[in-house]
């Protein structure tokens, strides 16, 4: 991935877009810190599809994403059940 300074690619966008588009993605970088990545539609649907899973993924996943807190059993008193007179 190259690495381009903001001051050149504002002043040469047209051609960090078209290295983004011949190579792939390309890193731009404000005082040596980098910042941001241009990278094609294509890829960036793509990576957008993959970072979420499907409902389907997520039910058959064998790890929980939360804890759901369970409360143990027989710790509340239950009601006593109306008579019907």
Known sequence: MNSW???DAKARFSELLDTCMKSGPQLVTKRG???AVLVPVREWKRLQRVGK???KELLLAPASRAEIPIPKRG???RRQPRSLD
């Open 5 to 7: 300074p903001v001051q």
């Open 33 to 35: 810190a980098e910042m």
């Open 53 to 55: 899973p499907s409902l």
């Open 75 to 77: 710790q509340f008193k």
